[in-house]
């Protein structure tokens, strides 16, 4: 506080700016007197000073090598989005047919196996790692053939209790994981004999569809997988039988491979997809047609009677839609992964969805996508609270024999069994209706007397793949598969 009085009585001398410099010059003076004394240089430079800075840079040398540590653990237990960009290969070779196929599906010749180790082990509660021996991932293909693979990172020390260690592995160009039928893993004992105690918490094999990372092989803790003196070996449980984005690429990857191979790098080239559309009959194929009818009068009546009660009929005189309705069409890209894209149902000038009415909406889709890369339909209310009854929903192609080939139908009676009612209406809306899905699961084919028409009025005989095509009963998935395989007739 003596200071602060000092200057207070300075500055009201006039003084406070002399003062100051006298005392700075001042302080500078000693200061330099200091650190030229001759105590202070045998200081810096004497043995105990010696032993400080060497304390010092040890220091700094531990400190950099945690941080490097940490970076070099970060590159193995990285986030999702490094995972993924590890196991892609941008620097594919697109003159193979297989990585060029692969690619087409947004993946690569490569997976990934993540082990977790167990954290507590009751017979070694010290620790679980495994410091000796191999932990081995075998695979077994469709020819019979096996690969082993060696689960390491050379700059980490594996399998520590309760550690997830993630491992790259890159297949052969050879072949793909949609030839691989087991996953087993293999523990090896120490050939020196000292053995380590290690027990796996889980263990999954995973590969890129899509740009996502998707399980291919997963299991969980085992006795048998406890790492002793003796081989052990398990076999993982297959993931991919849940997984219908990866049964829908298996069952196409053949044709891919067969359009690649003929030096073709995508089977989603527009030329290839109009081409095999019109060997089966259709001109175009990328147009959707959806047609929605209204009940009329007489069963409108009839249904709100039976799911309302008692409601006086006076009240059901505005039982008609008066807002915009969507059609939320999902779509698989192997490019883009799954998307979709909705589309008004409004028809210029006419008031659509009014009693005992219908309409026919003209869809176009996306660019280089056909109705056979629709994967579900969704119908969307804009207004819940407004009043509607449909009688049916039709999602369909039109052929260029002027019929229709359907994809999906709902009708009164289904959505009744399905849904316990058919309507919206104002202040009883059953929001289970909306949206309302269309089911692509069910069987569609043209009648059979319609294939003798044409063919006596066209002097031709419609049989193969055309015939199966339109006269056959399939669902739309298995339409699906039709057009690849004519798109592997056509080029592969």
């Known amino acids: 506080m003596r200071i602060f009085g000092r200057l207070k009585k300075q500055a009201r001398r006039g003084r406070l700016g002399k003062f100051l410099s006298v005392n700075l010059r001042w302080g500078m003076r000693r200061m330099r007197r200091f650190f030229t004394r001759e105590q202070f240089l045998r200081g810096i430079t004497g043995s105990y000073a010696r032993r400080l800075y060497t304390m010092l840079l040890l220091l700094l040398a531990v400190g950099g090598l945690a941080v490097a540590s ?63 021996g191999n932990v081995n991932l075998v695979l077994t293909l469709n020819n019979g053939n096996i690969m082993e693979y060696t689960l390491q990172n050379k700059r980490m020390d594996n399998f520590e209790s309760g550690n997830t260690d993630q491992f790259t592995l890159i297949l052969p160009s050879s072949i793909s994981v949609f030839d691989i039928t087991e996953y087993k893993m293999v523990l090896l004992p120490d050939a020196k004999g000292v053995y380590g105690n290690w027990r796996c918490a889980r263990a999954q094999v995973s590969f890129l569809l899509g740009g996502k990372r998707t399980l291919l092989a997963e299991g969980a803790w085992q006795s048998v997988w406890e790492f002793s003196e003796q081989y052990n070996e398990t076999i993982l449980p297959i993931a991919t039988e849940q997984n219908a984005e990866f049964a829908r690429m298996k069952e196409l990857f053949p044709y891919a491979l067969a359009v690649c191979a003929q030096e073709r790098e995508t089977v989603h080239d527009p030329a290839i997809k109009r081409d095999a559309l019109i060997s089966l009959g259709l001109l175009t194929g990328d147009t959707l047609y959806l047609d929605v009818e209204t009940v009329g009068l007489e069963n409108q009546n009839e249904i709100l009677q039976n799911q309302l009660g008692n409601v006086q009929l006076s009240e059901l005189d505005g039982l008609g839609y008066n807002g915009t309705m ?167």
């Open 70 to 132: 940490s970076r070099l653990a970060d590159s193995f237990l990285a986030d999702e989005a490094v995972l993924v960009r590890r196991l892609s290969d941008p620097d594919y070779d697109s003159s193979n047919p297989i990585l060029a196929a692969l690619d087409n599906f947004g993946s690569s010749n490569r997976i990934q196996v993540t082990v977790e180790t167990e954290r507590v082990d009751n017979l070694h509660p010290q620790k679980v790692d495994l410091d000796r």
């Open 326 to 492: 969507l059609l939320r069409v999902r779509f698989i890209d192997d490019f883009e992964g799954s998307y979709y894209k909705d589309y008004p149902l409004d028809t210029p000038g006419k008031d659509d969805f009014e009693l005992g009415t219908g309409s026919t909406f003209a869809l176009q889709m996306p660019k280089g996508a056909t109705a056979f890369d629709i994967a579900s339909m969704e119908l969307l209310v804009e207004d819940a609270t407004d009043a509607w009854a449909p009688r049916m929903v039709r999602a369909y192609l039109k052929t260029d024999y002027n019929t229709v080939l359907e994809l999906a139908r709902l009708s009164d009676r289904q959505l009744a069994a399905e849904r316990k009612t058919c309507i919206f209406y104002r202040g009883l809306i059953d929001t289970s209706i909306s949206p309302l899905a269309l089911d692509l699961t069910q069987s569609y084919g043209l009648p059979k007397n319609l294939k003798e028409t044409m063919e006596s009025k066209y002097f031709t005989e419609i049989s193969g793949v055309m015939y199966s095509m339109y006269f056959g009963e399939h669902s739309y998935y298995e339409r699906q598969k039709l057009y690849y395989s004519q798109l592997h007739a056509l080029f592969g």
